[in-house]
């Protein structure tokens, strides 16, 4: 009697392009790692900005693009993170990397008394809602007079060479110290990276990925179904709030000085967030990649206009958002079904081969 040559069904996520991109991505990491040696310091600066907005933008983007819950005021965790490393570094003496860890946790715990008050809200008023709790948080740190009150503070000269790290970078490139300070932190703000898109693509491709994206589409049948909705929401609202914190830290670890106005700008922390997601592609984990290249070069490319500069910006969102809804990445992957990060499950092997579900 003939075997049967129909294969075992089985259910995938990975594809053709998937496959490729990893290997590319590994080669990309690795010059990304080994950069500091051949690209100059402003380079190196450049990249870091890179990683810290699309860090951000990933942050975003899990909130709006898969938990539905569309936030502006994203900036009240870039803000309590950086008042936590100042306060840490400053005031309680410790090492910076121990208060940038500090930081996240700190941020965190915001977000559990602010997420009780802001779930309450649906929709236009969920968006407000976080916005005010942002400006909240940032009267009260205002008051804060030992990290400058209103006017703000600045780090100890030498705290970021205070990072692990830094006089091994120094003595092996030959750099100094502020060189090797950058050099670090473009390291941290690359690892940072990387953990963030790796902690939202593991997400998504559990069975907690797939309870997230039932309550995005239909947050009843989501109930119905016995996908907890409010719990789910919850822990991407901490997760998300965790990592912003991180990166809120880092920046303004780098910067070295810090104000309410500044380290609490919803312009440069939720505004320019949003235009990144938005271009490139929300809902996507390629979008904010994209995204944060195109502003980049915009940024660069327009900064000279300066007050027609956000015009321009505002006026090329609403362009892209006019003929390429789902962003730049949603109308290239529409045309060629290519997907880098797939998250959909597929049915391979038996009658079924290559059908989506």
Do not use: H
């Not at 703000?152 to 030959?174: I, K, N, Y």
């Not at 932190?185 to 997230?212: H, K, N, P």
């Not at 909705?229 to 709030?241: P, T």
């Amino acid at each position: 009697m003939a075997k049967s040559s129909t294969r075992p069904i089985r259910i995938e996520t990975r594809t053709r392009a998937s496959a490729i991109f990893g290997v590319v991505a590994v080669l990309v990491l690795i010059v990304a790692f080994a950069a500091p040696a051949f690209v100059s310091r402003s380079a190196i600066q450049d990249l870091f900005f890179i990683l810290t907005m699309l860090v951000l933008a990933q942050c975003w983007n899990l909130l709006a693009g898969y938990a539905g819950l569309v936030s502006v005021g994203q900036q009240a965790f870039v803000g309590f993170g950086a008042y936590a490393l100042f306060a840490g570094v400053s005031l309680w003496g410790l090492d910076p990397l121990t208060a940038i860890g500090l930081a996240g946790v700190a941020a965190a715990l915001l977000a559990v008394p602010t997420g009780f008050f802001v779930f309450r809200l649906q929709g236009a008023y969920f968006a407000i809602g976080t916005w005010v709790i942002a400006e909240v948080v940032r009267l009260v740190l205002a008051q804060w007079k030992a990290l400058g009150g209103g006017t703000g503070t600045s780090l100890p000269s030498t705290a970021a060479r205070d990072l692990p790290g830094v006089e091994a970078v120094a003595a092996f490139f030959g750099f100094r110290a502020p060189q090797a300070a950058d050099v670090v932190a473009y390291w941290l703000a690359l690892v940072l990276a990387i953990v963030t898109i790796g902690f939202i693509y593991a997400l998504l491709r559990s069975r907690r990925g797939l309870g997230l994206a039932a309550v995005r589409d239909n947050q009843e049948a989501a109930r119905a179904v016995g996908v907890d909705a409010s719990r789910m929401k919850f822990v991407v609202y901490l997760s998300a709030a965790f990592l912003t914190g991180l990166c809120g830290a880092l920046i303004n670890l780098q910067k070295g000085r810090i104000s309410p106005d500044a380290a609490f700008s919803v312009i440069d922390w939720t505004a320019y967030v949003i235009f990144i997601v938005v271009i490139g592609g929300i809902g996507t984990i390629e979008g904010p990649i994209i995204g944060v290249i195109v502003f980049f070069l915009l940024q660069n490319t327009l900064a000279d206009y300066g007050a027609w500069y956000l015009l321009l910006l505002g006026l090329i969102g609403i362009v892209v958002m006019l003929f390429a809804p789902r962003g730049l990445w949603g109308l290239f992957a529409d045309r060629t079904g290519i997907q880098l990060f797939p998250v959909r499950r597929r049915i391979a092997g038996g009658p079924f081969d290559a059908k989506k579900t």
